[in-house]
């Protein structure tokens, strides 16, 4: 009996320590700890960024012109040409030969047209004596015009066996960069065969070619009226970037993609842009005011861009924003956050609206350079502002 009450008095007791508990609501929820950052309004440099490609602005593929054997070879696997260098010599002998027989021919031409003029001469004056019949005369002329025409032949048999001794010797079209040599020294080649001896590429200068989105292309249209526009371009694993100016626009937009692509030209002087090498471009336009605030503040929700800001009583609310570009780690907004409001930059995770957060650490708007989301949805819609971002 004694132990039912026992028993009795501990259930009664925990049943009014739980109806207790619930009745005062329980502990307060600890702050979330987080890291801050303030939002600051500067002037910014507006720039479109992308992935280009370096392209030649010449490249051919050499070719013979005339057949046979190639007796000499002048030219080594990447080695630079200028125009008009040897590349290699095709056995002239037979265009020799065809040359010095076109001109024997020309020469015994014009002795029997000489022999001709003289016998025309002579019948001449023997017909106006009535002396010869008329059709002497007529054959003496018509023979004299024959001639005259062989000599017109022979002297284009002449000329087209010195182009073809020229083309005996194959030199370079272009100034450039040889690739690897196809058809060396030794091998006997046809007359326009379709064997490639070797290509040349012309490096200096180069072009890069990359697409933008078509939303860009007012602001671009409108720079180059203002004079040249500026591109930086930088390869994966290259400190130094290459400056250059953007030389030609397309004339229409990709239906498919609603991209336009874009030229721009580089010197190359030190060879640093190779043909078909892949680049993170810069296109320089100009500069703009912007609330800037670290790229790890800016998240990725159903409805956009949006970043937590802290209250003045330590709790956060949500923030639609709108990212203009990224500059140097830090994202550019057009709007939705003031200049020097707080952001939370770390611990976005355990936040929701109304969430009391302890700062853990507060830092300028340009202090931390750390790629985020924020970073990698700007650049995904291929625009971008300042320099620094296609670092």
């Known amino acids: 009996m004694r132990v039912i009450f026992a028993v009795t008095l501990v259930l009664a007791a925990w049943s009014c ?8 609501g329980g502990r307060p929820a600890r ?36 057949g046979g054997l190639i007796v000499d070879q002048f030219v080594s696997d990447s080695q630079d040409v200028t125009e008009g260098d040897k590349l290699f010599l095709i056995d002239p002998r037979p265009f020799q030969l065809a040359l010095a027989e076109a001109e024997a021919k020309i020469e015994r031409d014009h002795a029997l047209l000489e022999k001709a003029e003289e016998d025309l001469a002579r019948y001449a004056r023997l017909k106006e004596k009535d002396v010869i019949a008329k059709e002497s005369y007529d054959h003496t002329l018509a023979q004299a015009r024959t001639l005259r025409g062989t000599i017109k032949v022979s002297e284009a048999e002449r000329d087209r066996a010195k182009l073809d001794l020229e083309y005996a010797n194959v030199r370079s079209p ?28 012309r490096i200096r200068p180069i072009f890069v070619s990359f697409s933008v989105p078509e939303k860009h292309l007012p602001d671009i249209m409108a720079r ?11 390869a994966d694993g290259e400190a130094a970037s290459e400056t250059g100016v953007l030389s030609a626009l397309n004339n ?39 609330v800037t605030a670290p790229t790890q503040a800016v998240q990725e929700g159903l409805r956009g861009s949006y970043l937590y800001v802290v209250r003045p009583d330590n709790t956060v609310e949500t923030r639609d924003v709108k990212v203009y570009g990224i500059v140097g780690g830090e994202a550019v907004l057009d709007e939705g956050v003031a200049d020097g409001e707080i ?35 700007a650049k995904a819609d291929g625009a971008s502002v300042g320099k620094e971002g296609a670092k």
Do not use: C, H
């Open 343 to 377: 952001v939370v930059t770390d611990g976005q995770l355990r936040l929701s609206p109304g969430a009391a957060v302890e700062a853990k650490g507060k830092t300028g708007g340009d202090a931390d350079k750390k790629p985020g989301a924020g970073q990698d949805a």
């Open 252 to 290: 229409t937009v990709d239906t498919t993609t609603g991209a336009i692509r874009l030229k721009a030209t580089f010197q190359n002087a030190d060879a640093s842009l190779w043909p078909g090498q892949f680049v993170r471009v810069t296109l320089s336009l100009d500069t703009r005011q912007g």
């Open 31 to 66: 702050p979330v700890p987080v890291a801050v950052a303030t939002a600051v309004k500067k002037t910014v440099p507006v720039n479109i960024q992308a992935v280009g490609n370096v392209e030649t602005m010449a490249s051919v593929a050499v070719k013979t012109q005339v």
């Open 174 to 201: 272009i100034t450039g960069r040889v690739g690897a040599i196809l058809v060396t020294k030794g091998n006997v080649i046809k007359a326009n065969d379709d064997r490639t001896l070797l290509t040349i590429n």
């Open 224 to 234: 180059m009226k203002t004079g040249p526009v500026s591109v930086t371009v930088q």
């Open 17 to 24: 320590s739980g109806e207790a508990e619930k009745a005062g």
